[in-house]
């Protein structure tokens, strides 16, 4: 699902339900059977996204492809340090932030990533490629209903369910 709003130099999302579709983008990658993608998210986002039903049951600990970093720089810097490791197991990269002002720091680190295994979606209008509108009620690149927009609780029931999920 990803790859429907995804472009080679990343993209923003914004609009009344970004939320709900970065939250099912992170489900999708985390739970589809045969998937071989990593997700790195800096904690503040993962934190905005699942909210303290997240951090309460600490299923970030439970997933190995879940990656929470500590910081944007930190998600920067485990990216750098997993290029070209996982080239030969086809293993893409879902990368979720909030870039903000560190938007070139952000662009300059898509720059050096090979463009085929890193899927980058920020949270906010993002200057250095597309920018989707998300929302429902109004006109966006939605395609139609084929996506399930996922609320915190709804988010975090789909990955506790899920069969790929560790603690099932």
């Given at each position: 699902m990803a790859r429907i709003y995804s472009h080679p130099q990343g993209a923003g999302l914004i609009g009344a339900d970004a939320d709900g579709l970065l939250r099912a983008t992170i489900v999708d990658a985390l739970t589809t059977a045969g998937s071989r993608i990593e997700v790195v998210v800096p904690r503040a986002d993962l934190d905005h996204l699942f909210g303290p039903a997240l951090r309460n049951a600490q299923l970030q600990n439970l997933h190995p492809a879940l990656h929470p970093t500590k910081t944007l720089e930190d998600s920067i810097e485990y990216l750098e340090g997993r290029e070209g490791s996982t080239t030969a197991e086809h293993?893409?990269?879902l990368w979720i932030a909030?870039?903000?002002n560190?938007?070139?720091?952000?662009?300059?680190?898509?720059q050096h990533h090979p463009d085929d295994n890193l899927i980058a979606l920020?949270?906010?209008a993002w200057p250095y490629g597309p920018t989707h509108l998300i929302d429902k009620n109004r006109s966006g690149p939605l395609y139609g209903s084929q996506i399930e927009l996922l609320s915190?609780?709804?988010a975090i029931a789909k990955l506790v369910a899920?069969?790929?999920?560790?603690?099932?």
């Open positions: 293993t893409s990269f909030s870039p903000g560190d938007a070139d720091v952000v662009h300059q680190a898509l920020f949270r906010g915190p609780g709804r899920s069969t790929s999920w560790p603690c099932h």
